[in-house]
């Protein structure tokens, strides 16, 4: 009865997905799709298939359903079923049955492969706002043909304008440099001498000056700071993307009033936890973490509800390019809450409501208080 | 059957709490109890409360009934019902209620606000026996007027005066430093250098030097030696506080034949279990975040049974304040122990005199071994 | 019924262990048994016995029926009986119970003391073939009094004598150094002057510039290259030996086709399945922690399959001395596979063909491929 009342409150809560990016605008064949199935960036081997891992399997046993084919379908059935229906219908429908009311999405990565916002509400049905991601902004500028010694001050103008409707920022300084960074603010003069190396050589923002500089003006600007942390592709060192190595830019943050939110964290989600607990300041989540690991989430989830108070814990999908991704991020969320606090109420330690409030507070009402979504 | 059997022999087992601290001597309202139900140190935001966490639900779950309200009673009516009871009727139904025989009690922190030994003995009825923390002596001494020439050989006769009846010591260079530290013991010259300097400073020891040079002296007074490790407050940087980076001193320690005792060790605990299968004089616990992990301690603790021998892992509260910590360290770890035991014994990987011998000797005997408290 | 058909699937199972040491050749008393049944190479203090471990109590569940005693015999008996019967046919009943079609035997440790992989195939009657250890081979070339000028050119010789008919290499580089070394290779100028200092003064390898030069010898010999990572005896400094401080070594092997394979990583197995992951050549295992962890092993097994691919995991022993490690080796490994495997299924996540399938991949299939077995 009252695992009954806990489950049917979890699969009906509308979610905040706090952080997500745009689903496919293009069809994919079956090698396509299995390249966005795994965080590596390398050609999955001929000998392998990538449907054979966690996230393979919860494809085949989840999503199959949504496309009318039965649960752990065949590889090769869902990808010609998911061929037939089209990528319009497809991600119609795997949004649809994610149960997400609110994406807050990334637009800073993948450029015109991925759905805008806006494509993402128009398709969704869902409420959809934008975190924009410090990186982006600074490249952008650096495309308007800007010199370094006017980043300092152009830099915060840019980021104003491109956020007048953000919800949040984001920092990839993880997948850049890594956490071991100086956690003072770079003074103008090495910004400037940063940028003018960096100018010169062009790419990706990869300079430690650069990146810190990106940090602190994200601070500056007072929105909430997503940083990605932990898990991610190949060229995330991931040692060094242990949150823990963020500890004095977090104290040094700490007095500006500004938020930070830690993305991912696997492995080191205990990590998050206790920094979670510690710092008034700092949230975290186990997104993309519970997509990979499939069935074994539930592990994840349940980890993540250690050392945090129950405000700060977030859910997000981190979902990019297959709707699949949408749809499994809240599918496997779920059923992890589900799995974790319906153990504790099984076992006597934790009541029927409660549970209950804690599912409605990770999986929607902290992100609508730290976001200010409660204004929509 | 054998399931009872393993659970009343783990619910009666009279506990050795190895490393504890006092109760609280006054009132709190619910502010200070929640600033007491976490391990941060900042105010508790005025969005959130401290007790939707796994302790404030562990709180409400397990210590309420023992004020004689129904399990999962509201915050308020909780923290009502404690004044109305009143302080020291709180303090002694909840030491009481925890099934400890035997308090081994660092008091080198929290001054007046918290029981003494004394007092913790008077009113629970249990033993109680002192541990000695190194940092408190020397801050002692430094109040005495003592030059920093002095210290070398003043120390020692210092350590030696306020541990005639210690059952161990105490170090908190996790705290202070960090355990990448220079594992050897500092030449007297250092010592003096770095003495002098601190004494002009004055506050608390933080300097690497003085802090090795009490380590070496807590090595050469011979009583088993604890060192906080891993989960704490934020004046900790977590990832500094993995007990593998002990690793060197362990060995230099190694030939003095003087036991190590790593306490907490969240969420390094699987690395504590490492030392404690490789070297003889590790021992380790899982205290502090069996409390703060609530109904997720079980987990914690079947986590620490994995590669240490049976004989070299103790169970501790690392209760410091609010009685509810004294109760709860000991009742999580009863439910932890009984689940992860009883996992075993229902799979048929132990039997049920197995089982309940391990819990005796984690619980009671390994401490009683440890810090010869069979003398009495 | 499902249940049943995975658990007899997983029960049947021929095994490849790809990474195992010999057994014992002598008898042993019930000391030189317990020093055995650690990592720990000290001595086993004398106010404990090694049986009393998740190891120890494994020994006496698992292995005790073998040799005709109950379940859960005491250790006396336990060790009595395995006299009475005699090493010959201690060995050979628990070699045959465990299930092993094929041994990938690292005979480069323990010398006349362990079964040669020629007396392994003998008691067994399972297929054996070698990996060749790395710094074994250079050790050996030293011996032969070898000069320092001839040790770029000698060794890969060498090595390709040695590595005729081996299906493997083996690198203890994490023994030796850690993971923590320069990952370019050497030049030969550097190893000749490495060289020269390590002849006069004799000793196994240790400097790191031979260890690297041996490690890309092994590359270039082209056999899948076996690394120990994590867990191991105390010569490891363990947070030194977590795989992912492999990063750039792996990322400059990759280009050269070769197969790297990281051996227990406990408790680091969760980084070396996101290593596993994103790099198509690495691939794992959770060997030596699972018979170290005894019934805890199945937590450990669960968590070995989150985010690397099936076709990445492999199943490995690394028994080495007392038959009961390659009997146990296998036994928990199937335990912990129906456990994590049956979960999964009893959930509704997986089917009963798909979780069939996982098992003999890592079981048997895996290594089948990665080592060319198939040949046979």
């Not at 399997?57 to 359903?65: E, G």
């Not at 942390?229 to 500006?256: N, Q, S």
Request: proline share 6%; hydrophobic share 45%; glycine share 8%.
């Amino acid at each position: 009865m009252a695992d009954d009342e806990l489950a049917a409150a979890v699969d009906e809560l509308p979610l905040v997905d706090h952080h997500v990016h745009g689903a496919l605008v293009g069809e994919v064949d079956r090698a396509g799709l299995e390249a966005l199935l795994t965080e590596s960036d390398r050609p999955v081997p001929a000998w392998m298939t990538q449907f054979d891992s966690q996230l393979g399997f919860a494809v085949r046993r989840w999503c199959a359903p949504v496309l009318d084919l039965p649960p752990h379908a065949d590889a090769a059935d869902y990808v010609a079923r998911r061929a037939e229906l089209g990528v319009a219908e497809v991600t119609r429908r795997l949004l649809a049955a994610s149960g997400v009311e609110h994406f807050l999405v990334d637009a800073g990565y993948g450029g015109e492969v991925l759905l805008s916002p806006a494509e993402m509400a128009a398709v969704s049905g869902a409420r959809v706002d934008e975190v924009v991601r410090l990186e982006t902004v600074l490249e952008d500028l650096a495309r308007s043909g800007v010199g370094a010694a006017e980043i300092p001050a152009r830099f915060p103008e840019a980021l104003a304008e491109r956020t007048v409707d953000a919800v949040g920022l984001k920092s990839v300084v993880a997948y850049r440099f890594g956490f071991d960074f100086d956690p003072e603010r770079p003074s103008e003069a090495e910004v400037v001498s940063a940028a003018d190396r960096w100018l010169r050589t062009g790419g990706r923002v990869e300079d430690p000056v650069l990146l810190r500089f990106l940090l602190w003006s994200g601070v500056d600007r007072g929105l909430p700071l997503q940083l990605h942390a932990g898990y991610g592709d190949p060229d995330v060192e991931l040692h060094r993307c242990d949150p823990l190595l963020l500890t004095r830019f977090i104290k040094l943050v700490e007095p500006r009033g500004v938020d930070l939110v830690l993305l991912h964290c696997y492995p080191y989600h205990r990590n998050a936890g206790y920094l979670a607990q510690v710092f008034p300041h700092v949230h975290f989540d186990v997104g993309l973490a519970v997509n990979h690991t499939g069935a074994r989430s539930a592990a994840v989830v349940a980890e993540s509800l250690e050392l945090a108070p129950f405000a700060k814990v977030l859910f997000s999908s981190d979902a990019c390019g297959p709707p699949e991704l949408h749809h499994l991020g809240a599918l496997l969320w779920r059923r992890g809450m589900r799995a974790a606090l319906g153990e504790r109420v099984a076992a006597g330690d934790w009541s029927t409501p409660d549970a209950v409030r804690v599912a409605r507070m990770v999986g929607r009402d902290n992100a609508r208080r730290l976001y200010r979504l409660e204004r929509w």
